[in-house]
Nanobody, 115 residues
Framework: QVQLVESGGGLVQPGGSLRLSCAAS????????MGWYRQAPGKQRELVAA???????NYADSVKGRFTISRDNAKNTVYLQMNSLKPEDTAVYYCNAGLVPPDYWGQGTQVTVSS
């Protein structure tokens, strides 16, 4: 079992930055691939960024060059640095451990990009 707690969401103006954090507990964090998903109102949940246990990363085309996923295995934490934010980045962002079932989800954190 893995418990995940996200933090760092909020309201930011277009062009601004936010860093999301996801703290994990309950299992061996370092063995899990981790991901950040988002879900906007009326849309399906989508994978934004993923990082393997070895550190390789993947990004959705819509966030490439703007978002960076990283992990600190010593702190059992995965991060999502979001720069040059756009209104279309507005969504609830979810942390995921495992990426495929059996996987684990956090409760989500709201990110709103608006002037």
């Amino acid at each position: 079992q893995v418990q995940l707690v996200e933090s760092g969401g909020g309201l930011v103006q277009p062009g601004g930055s936010l860093r999301l954090s996801c703290a994990a507990s309950g299992s061996i964090f370092s063995i899990y691939a981790m991901g950040w998903y988002r879900q906007a109102p009326g849309k399906q949940r989508e994978l934004v960024a993923a990082i393997a246990s070895g550190g390789s990363t993947n990004y959705a085309d819509s966030v490439k060059g703007r978002f960076t996923i990283s992990r600190d295995n010593a702190k059992n934490t995965v991060y999502l640095q979001m720069n040059s934010l756009k209104p279309e980045d507005t969504a609830v962002y979810y942390c995921n451990a495992g990426l495929v079932p059996p996987d684990y989800w956090g409760q989500g954190t709201q990110v709103t990009v608006s002037s």
